[in-house]
């Protein structure tokens, strides 16, 4: 099995032409040519620790979901973990590749995962691209209206939530939920748009909580939390393309944003 099989079936699934424009997904660093693949590694973020555990388990591919280059290098050295992640993966002859925002712009993506965890039906785009079968978010109903505080522990319950922030919203009953992975804020005006009872995603941030308490149940839940089944859509991918090919979990939590539960007596 080739390195490359690996790569064109994430892209026949995920193609790079579906990625936002800042994006920089695709093929990161490494074994362009016919080199065999001795396992995949997957995660979320590509860090030193990731790259160390990819060679002691002999995988000479890491596909993660968020890319480790995003923006163009103007040196690599020791300075900082990109650059020492960067030389690490070339010196063990590690590949890296990242399915970013063209995974959760696809049908069947990161978005779609979510969704299928709240067990939504009726799924739409909540920002289509023009001209195809790909966007930014979806919205779809739940089989039957539960109330908000139901919905939150269901929420928190089904992603492993340590931490949920919510905003003050005067309704009662949630149905109808627009879902975005990651940073999805920029979706809010979208997901009131499609009369959606609530929102869940991964980041919203302090100041767009704020004006909303009659337009929709806000929840967001962590950006990790929210990307963590990420993994099993490209393990999906990658094992139906190349059976015979061994992959592998990381065994490493990279959320680098940690959280802690305080009680007072």
Known sequence: MKVQEVFHALEDFAPLALQDSFDNAGLQIG????VDATG????LDVTEDVVAEAAQRGCNVVVSHHP????????????????????????????????????DNAPGGVNHKIAERLGLAGLSWLQPKAGMDAGSGLVGVLP??????RFIDRVVAEFQVPCARFNAWNGRMVQRVAVCGGAGAFLIPQAIQAGADAFVTGEIGYHRFFGHETDLLLMEIGHYESEQYTLEILHDIISRACPELR???????????????????
């Open 144 to 149: 039957q209206a539960v109330e908000a505080e």
């Open 68 to 103: 480790l280059l995003f923006h163009p290098l103007k040196s690599i050295t020791d300075a900082d973990y990109v650059g020492r992640t960067v030389m690490s993966a070339i010196r063990h002859g590690i590949a890296l590749y990242a399915a970013h925002t063209n995974l």
């Open 247 to 265: 992959i592998v979990y990381t065994e490493l939590r990279t959320n680098p944003a940690l959280t802690t539960r305080t009680s007072i007596e």
């Open 31 to 34: 074994l362009t040519g016919d």
């Open 40 to 43: 995949v590694l997957l995660c």
